[in-house]
């Protein structure tokens, strides 16, 4: 039997839908919306409205982590950060490729490897072109010393029927490298 490929924007909104179920119960950190207070964040404007993660991961005031992970010889960083808002619960993914070239901005593609989702209690959204999806990303720093990623992006990020799409702008982030502890499963390829 043919094993069926995933692709990379499936897998960031299955990331995205998994971190909403698992945390729609949680709170946010205690006193702090992440409007700079904490050394890894992730940010951006959707839809005209300012969007935080502030979801803390209980390692101090980390917002967001990315780790890295492989399929075959392919390794990329996934980036997350998680908003809780009352009832409300949203996600940021992102990813790209291990070796991207700093400061460089490029184009949310599945072939290069990159791609943006964004998921809340209604649809998930994600920058592939067949959903009307668009946009860019560029990594200022990737430090896997100090273990921290950060970068820029914003983009065009459309539902998996093309019905919708959401602005996403002002798109910035500084995240916790972790450690992966696994790879992905053998029948996602990119």
């Keep these: 039997m043919k094993q069926k490929n995933v692709t990379l924007c499936a897998v960031l909104i299955a990331v995205c839908c998994l971190s909403l179920l698992l945390f729609p119960a949680c709170k946010k950190s205690s006193g702090s919306d992440n409007s700079g207070s904490s050394a890894y964040y992730l940010s951006a404007t959707v839809n005209g409205k300012s969007w935080n993660a502030n979801y803390n991961t209980n390692t101090g005031d980390v917002f967001a982590v990315a780790e890295i992970t492989s399929s075959g010889s392919v390794s990329v960083v996934l980036a997350l950060g998680i908003q809780l808002a009352n009832k409300d619960t949203s ?17 949310f593609e599945n072939d290069l490897y990159t791609a943006g989702a964004y998921a809340d209690n209604s649809a998930g959204y994600n920058t592939s072109p067949a959903n009307h999806g668009s946009g860019t990303i560029t990594v200022t720093n990737f430090d896997q010393t100090g273990n921290i990623v950060e970068g820029i992006f914003s983009g065009s990020f459309g539902t998996t029927n093309g019905s919708s799409v959401i602005q996403i702008t002002n798109g910035k982030f500084r995240c916790l490298l972790t450690t992966a502890t696994q790879q992905l499963p053998p029948n996602v390829k990119f």
Excluded: C, S, W
């Excluded at 996600?91 to 184009?107: C, E, M, S």
């Design 91 to 107: 996600a940021i993914a992102l990813v790209f490729p291990k070796n991207i070239t700093l400061g460089k901005a490029y184009d």
